[in-house]
């Protein structure tokens, strides 16, 4: 087992390998199990991993063998293939990865990406295990993304704003342009986009004839919290929606779910019930998304990574909790956008307190902080250690919030699992 994970590890978590020739060889050679399992991919800067636990969620609710496959993993790699909610075994996962090494080896020249070699064993893993459907998260963009090899039941992109730039382009239409590359000849397609991103992906689904359903034009949603919204499409007008995942933010990410749910029954013949869809949205298992960690004073552990996510934080922290000013713990890669990501929390912030994350890819506790403090004008201290920046959090006993990256995100966690 341990040579499986030396060798996905010797790949680089990180390395970036663009194109999908090395990925649809490598399927190709193990016999093409992605077209094996009917699937949905779920793109889009914020909110991806949300519609997809969603949506996995309520397939799971209906009596589906679901396949759920994110990234990336907060604590074990074992995180990003699940079925019916349930990890794949550490075991099975090197098994498979040791059978896809060996593809690799005779089929493709040079070696495939940690993310290809990931998103592979979970086509095999879903169609040995014989899935009724995959829900698949995107990792970056979509044009060359591994997971865009499939032609989906149902493409769905949350949002687009500016991330990923050195790869995805510096505007939102050249962004857009790539996330749009998942939407498929002929299959419907759903997005919460807006303003010139939204505009770029009308455009690209019309050249495919593909029936694209916008969020505030083909579906709305309204409410003020995930304990009480109301939902309206195609298929459904639902009253007195309610969901665990918390967020005001997070009531646009289940409207674009339910939408994709939508297309289900009116283009594939697929029966959703309503009392399914209910109770799957309560039991979504997404972790480290608005999670509350402490409820008074509140302690909030959120993936917020960039403007956008920031922006949608405040808005979800000011509802729940009015006129409060947080201390954040931030700890960021350094290719986000500190600063505007900085000034996006700063309406609600008391102090902050800036760490390091356990990445090749952070930005260092002191640039970062002095970035912090060019914007913000109130107190801005240092710990590198982010197990003792949390205690200090922890023990400071007033509202905090912890955000900035996945891999922090991931470490909290980590601290806080026996």
Same mark, same amino acid.
């Given at each position: 087992?341990?040579?499986?994970?030396?060798?996905?590890?010797?790949?680089?978590?990180?390395?970036?390998?663009?194109?999908?020739?090395?990925?649809?060889?490598? !399927?190709? =050679?193990?016999?093409?199990?992605?077209?094996?399992?009917?699937?949905?991919?779920? +793109?889009? $800067?914020? %909110? *991806?991993?949300?519609?997809?636990?969603?949506?996995?969620?309520?397939?799971?609710?209906?009596?589906?063998?679901?396949?759920?496959?994110?990234?990336?993993?907060?604590?074990?790699?074992?995180?990003?293939?699940?079925?019916?909610?349930?990890?794949?075994?550490?075991?099975?996962?090197?098994?498979?990865?040791?059978?896809?090494?060996?593809?690799?080896?005779?089929?493709?020249?040079?070696?495939?990406?940690?993310?290809?070699?990931?998103?592979?064993?979970?086509?095999?893993?879903?169609?040995?295990?014989?899935?009724?459907?995959?829900?698949?998260?995107?990792?970056?963009?979509?044009?060359?993304?591994?997971?865009?090899?499939?032609?989906? !039941?149902? =493409?769905?992109?949350?949002?687009?704003?500016?991330?990923?730039?050195?790869?995805? +382009?510096? $505007?939102? %239409? *050249?962004?857009?342009?790539?996330?749009?590359?998942?939407?498929?000849?002929?299959?419907?397609?759903?997005?919460?986009?807006?303003?010139?991103?939204?505009?770029?992906?009308?455009?690209?689904?019309?050249?495919?004839?593909?029936?694209?359903?916008?969020?505030?034009?083909?579906?709305?949603?309204?409410?003020?919290?995930?304990?009480?919204?109301?939902?309206?499409?195609?298929?459904?007008?639902?009253?007195?929606?309610?969901?665990?995942?918390?967020?005001?933010?997070?009531?646009?990410?289940?409207?674009?779910?339910?939408?994709?749910?939508?297309?289900?029954?009116?283009?594939?013949?697929?029966?959703?019930?309503?009392?399914?869809?209910?109770?799957?949205?309560?039991?979504?298992?997404?972790?480290?998304?608005?999670?509350?960690?402490?409820?008074?004073?509140?302690?909030?552990?959120?993936?917020?990574?960039?403007?956008?996510?920031?922006?949608?934080?405040?808005?979800?922290?000011?509802?729940?909790?009015?006129?409060?000013?947080?201390?954040?713990?931030?700890?960021?890669?350094?290719?986000?956008?500190?600063?505007?990501?900085?000034?996006?929390?700063?309406?609600?912030?008391?102090?902050?307190?800036?760490?390091?994350?356990?990445?090749?890819?952070?930005?260092?506790?002191?640039?970062?902080?002095?970035?912090?403090?060019?914007?913000?004008?109130?107190?801005?201290?240092?710990?590198?250690?982010?197990?003792?920046?949390?205690?200090?959090?922890?023990?400071?006993?007033?509202?905090?919030?912890?955000?900035?990256?996945?891999?922090?995100?991931?470490?909290?966690?980590?601290?806080?699992?026996?």
């Amino acid at each position: 087992m341990d040579n499986a994970y030396i060798y996905l590890n010797s790949l680089g978590l990180h390395k970036i390998k663009p194109g999908l020739g090395r990925i649809e060889k490598l !399927l190709e =050679s193990l016999g093409n199990p992605q077209k094996r399992v009917p699937g949905i991919i779920v +793109g889009g $800067t914020n %909110g *991806k991993g949300s519609a997809a636990a969603a949506i996995s969620s309520v397939l799971r609710a209906g009596g589906f063998k679901t396949g759920v496959y994110t990234s990336p993993h907060l604590i074990n790699v074992t995180e990003r293939i699940k079925i019916n909610g349930i990890e794949i075994d550490g075991s099975d996962l090197a098994r498979i990865i040791l059978r896809v090494k060996r593809t690799a080896e005779k089929s493709i020249d040079g070696s495939p990406s940690y993310f290809e070699v990931l998103t592979a064993s979970s086509f095999v893993y879903f169609a040995e295990s014989g899935v009724d459907f995959s829900v698949l998260e995107v990792g970056m963009g979509g044009r060359w993304d591994a997971t865009n090899v499939i032609t989906p !039941l149902v =493409s769905v992109i949350t949002n687009v704003s500016k991330d990923h730039m050195e790869y995805l +382009g510096t $505007t939102i %239409g *050249k962004i857009a342009s790539e996330k749009a590359r998942i939407i498929k000849p002929g299959v419907p397609a759903v997005t919460a986009a807006r303003g010139r991103a939204l505009g770029v992906i009308k455009e690209y689904a019309a050249g495919l004839k593909s029936p694209l359903r916008v969020y505030g034009r083909d579906f709305t949603s309204r409410g003020e919290n995930t304990d009480d919204f109301d939902y309206t499409g195609s298929v459904w007008k639902l009253r007195g929606l309610r969901s665990n995942l918390r967020g005001l933010y997070q009531i646009e990410n289940l409207s674009v779910a339910i939408a994709a749910l939508e297309a289900l029954p009116e283009y594939h013949g697929i029966e959703i019930r309503e009392k399914d869809l209910r109770r799957g949205l309560l039991g979504i298992d997404w972790q480290g998304r608005l999670e509350i960690l402490r409820e008074d004073p509140p302690l909030i552990l959120d993936s917020a990574h960039n403007p956008g996510g920031a922006k949608a934080l405040v808005m979800s922290l000011e509802k729940m909790y009015p006129s409060r000013k947080f201390t954040f713990l931030v700890g960021m890669l350094a290719d986000k956008d500190h600063s505007r990501f900085v000034r996006e929390l700063i309406p609600i912030a008391r102090r902050f307190i800036v760490t390091e994350i356990d990445s090749e890819r952070a930005i260092g506790a002191e640039a970062l902080a002095k970035k912090v403090s060019r914007i913000f004008p109130g107190a801005v201290s240092i710990e590198k250690d982010y197990r003792k920046a949390y205690r200090e959090l922890f023990n400071e006993g007033k509202p905090a919030c912890i955000a900035g990256s996945l891999y922090l995100t991931g470490a909290v966690e980590g601290i806080r699992r026996p």
